[in-house]
């Protein structure tokens, strides 16, 4: 599913020395595997998380999501990668203010094709247990519940990926534990989860854990 | 489909942020109400004085022939003008240039007794030709106007402007009564139909028409004309036939080539032309204001686009994680920009639309409305808020979205 070679991350900032995110990572994950990412703040994995969830390009090495080297795409091909095959959940939920969470759920079906298919967006929030929350803005939503209106929006356009960032870094147990048993059975669905944490009790769920420190593996392969 | 549904998309954010919209909204309001109103505003006046001018004028396809050189002051007549341009020099102009359809001809005078019964005035008396009602686009609403014959014959015939057929005859039909014009008697063959006002506002209505033969020969017992009218054949080369005549009557005249011409010839659709030049150059500068307003508006949605922009920071960056491409994004802040100018202008068309009736309404005037002109200031709202959205559009579009993200 995802192939890391010898990945490193340069950051110029203006003014400063570089900063070097990553330093030749490597790395794979086959299909259908629930590994967590853990490292300390600076450790690079935010970086990676970024080149994987295609929102940046690696500076060397290669990255291959499901065969394709993706370090050269485009804007638009990395766009159409992100809506069909990769599912981004935030610590930060980032759902649109002023806007339902129905709504939310649908965007990214208008950059699949634009055919917004509202029952579909009705099944996936019924599916996260919200079905009584169609109309809710995101500010009259608990923290959980925004949050499960995200994974609601990751899973609209059947990604075989799910990028989670913290999932449960602003919810109390109860939500967390909610969220996590959506994302295990997403795994169970046969998708792909990598998970984002330096919670260790949130890592004993994974199969496998990569561990970063100063963007380098220390373990993992 | 995506470009339609991305569309809604905009639709909708500009009712998420629907404050900001309404002030994006009004610089265009302001700018394209003005503009609807100067629009109607401006074609009343220019009709209004086209319709005035044409009233004094007559037909547009003609020049005009006065005797003396230098500009004569108001309105020709007997009393005022030199005694150079003879009968002879209207048939000879009708005659030999090939640019002149036919030419009418005036002898004209202002203080000539007019009486029916009892009544006494000086209305103006016109002695014209017969072609005169072709020539000044004139209208006989009863009766009859004069015949070639009759006028070869120097029949004692009148036909009265409506304002003197009142004032001579009140409620009394005219035709066939006898009148007196300087003590000799005519019969009234038929009215006119009112002219209305001239550029000046003063009627033109207080006449009466005999034919210019008799006029000659039993009234005035002058040789000389007032005024000759020559139509053109085309009445676009007016300045041709000004020259022709100008050529022919300085010949016929036995001008040195020193002296000035004793006559002046005036094309009265330059008259026209200069008159609504007058007109609009007050609308051109309001116009300008206008358009001064609508740029103004153009910033104005440009600042706030911008505003809205790093306001928005984290939905462009959400929007791109879940597929939107840099262009996406673009598209949906252009089409924003363009929705609410569009919005700003239809709403402003309102506004103006509104000024220009009740300015209408004061001035006694039409309201005057075009689809075009509505279709044409929309298509103007939306070009500006596209323009100005440009820069907008762009800087969103470049939004980082990890750094949105992160935030």
């Known amino acids: ?221 | 489909m995506k470009a339609l549904a991305e569309f809604a998309q905009a639709l909708r954010g500009t009712i998420r942020f629907r404050r900001r919209s309404f002030f994006m909204m009004s610089g265009i309001a302001v700018g394209i109400a003005s503009l609807a109103m100067l629009d109607s505003v401006g074609e009343n006046t220019r009709r209004e004085t086209m319709k005035r001018v044409k009233n004094m004028l007559g037909t547009f396809d003609t020049v005009i022939v006065r005797p003396g050189g230098g500009r004569t002051r108001g309105m020709v007549s007997l009393a005022n003008v030199e005694p150079v341009l003879k009968f002879s020099d209207a048939q000879a102009i009708a005659a030999e240039l090939a640019g002149i359809k036919q030419v009418g001809q005036l002898q004209n005078a202002f203080d000539v007794e007019v009486s029916y019964r009892a009544q006494e005035l000086t209305p103006a008396v016109f002695g014209v030709s017969a072609n005169w009602l072709e020539l000044r686009g004139d209208a006989v609403e009863q009766g009859a106007f004069w015949s070639v014959e009759q006028e070869q014959s120097l029949a004692r015939v009148a036909v009265l402007g409506s304002e003197a057929r009142k004032n001579l005859f009140g409620e009394e039909t005219p035709l066939q009564k006898t009148i007196r014009i300087g003590g000799v008697p005519f019969a009234v063959i038929g009215t006119l139909a009112s002219r209305g006002a001239g550029p000046a506002g003063g009627s033109l209505d207080n006449l009466v028409l005999i034919p210019v033969t008799t006029a000659s020969k039993r009234l005035f017992n002058r040789d000389f004309l007032t005024m000759v009218i020559a139509q053109l054949r085309d009445p676009s080369d007016a300045d041709r036939a000004v020259q022709q005549i100008t050529t022919l009557l300085r010949e016929r005249h036995h001008l040195a080539a020193t002296a000035l011409d004793d006559f002046t010839i005036t094309n009265p659709a330059a008259v026209m032309k200069q008159m609504t030049n007058v007109a609009s150059t007050l609308s051109r500068i309001l116009r300008g204001v206008a358009w001064l307003a609508m740029l103004i508006g153009g910033v104005v949605i440009m600042s706030l686009a911008l505003i809205g922009v790093s306001e928005r920071r984290k939905e462009i960056g959400v929007r791109r994680s879940v597929g939107a491409g840099r262009a996406d994004i673009v598209f949906q802040f252009l089409a924003e920009a363009a929705l609410v100018s569009v919005a700003g202008g239809a709403f402003g068309i309102a506004l103006g639309l509104g000024g220009a009736n009740a300015l209408a309404a004061y001035q006694k005037l039409p309201l005057i409305f075009s689809f075009q002109s509505v279709a044409q200031s929309l298509a103007l709202a939306a070009a500006i808020g596209l323009l100005f959205g440009i820069y907008p559009a762009w800087r969103a579009s470049r939004v980082d979205p990890i750094e949105a993200l992160r935030a």
Do not use: W
């Open chain 1, 1 to 221: 599913m995802i192939e890391v070679d010898a990945l490193s991350k340069t950051h110029q900032r203006a003014g400063a020395a570089e900063v070097h995110a990553l330093r030749g990572v490597s790395f794979r994950i086959r299909a259908g595997e629930f590994v967590t990412i853990r490292g300390a703040s600076g450790s690079g994995k935010s970086s990676l998380l970024n080149i994987l969830g295609c929102l940046d390009r690696p500076t060397s090495g290669a990255y291959r999501l499901a065969g394709e080297d993706i370090s050269s795409s485009t804007d638009r091909e990395l766009a159409r990668i992100r809506n069909r095959r990769i599912g981004f959940v935030f610590q930060s939920f980032n759902l649109l203010a002023r806007t339902t969470a129905l709504e939310n759920v649908e965007i990214p079906m208008i950059y699949r094709d634009g055919r917004v298919d509202r029952k579909k967006a009705r099944a996936a929030l019924d599916r996260v247990g919200l079905s009584g929350r169609y109309g809710h803005y995101s500010s009259e939503l608990s923290g959980g519940e925004q949050q499960r209106v995200a994974l609601a929006r990751a899973l609209i356009n059947d990604p075989a990926l799910i990028l989670a960032d913290e999932p449960t870094g602003n919810l109390d147990e109860a939500s967390g534990s909610e969220v996590m048993a959506i994302l295990k059975e997403l795994h169970r669905e046969g998708r792909t989860i990598l998970l984002v944490t330096h919670d260790n009790t949130i890592a004993a769920h994974a199969q496998r854990e990569i561990l970063l420190r100063g963007g380098q593996m220390v373990s993992g392969e």
